[in-house]
């Protein structure tokens, strides 16, 4: 059984950054594409960014040019850099991704993202 794990999040002051980390827990297994939901309090879970197998990228208009999601060469981790930060921001933020060799949808398990003075 493989998961993914989720590491990251954290407060932060308006304008700063976080990388956020998505990694299958087990060696064998592969990101295939992968894509990124956050939830504010209150609020339904919407997306946010999302990345094919071929590298394919898009973005939500409220995180367009300052997010940017990648998976690295190994295709066992995959990353959220966040950029000049809002607290509009704010939100648990869930990884959500193939994962080969199953063909599975996996689902992390959220890290907690606050965007505050």
């Known amino acids: 059984q493989v998961q993914l794990v989720e590491s990251g999040g954290g407060l932060v002051q308006p304008g700063g950054s976080l990388r956020l980390s998505c990694a299958a827990s087990r060696s064998g297994f592969t990101i295939d594409s992968m894509t990124w939901y956050r939830q504010a309090p209150g609020e339904e879970r919407e997306w946010v960014v999302g990345?094919?197998?071929?590298?394919?990228?898009t973005y939500a208009d409220s995180v367009k040019g300052r997010f940017t999601i990648s998976i690295d060469a190994a295709r066992n981790t995959g990353y959220l850099q966040m950029n000049s930060l809002k607290p509009d921001d704010t939100a648990v933020y869930y990884c959500?991704?193939?994962?080969?060799?199953?063909?599975?949808?996996?689902w992390g398990q959220g890290t907690q993202v606050t965007v505050s003075s």
């Open positions: 959500n991704a193939v994962v080969m060799p199953t063909s599975m949808i996996y």
């Open positions: 990345i094919t197998r071929a590298g394919r990228t």
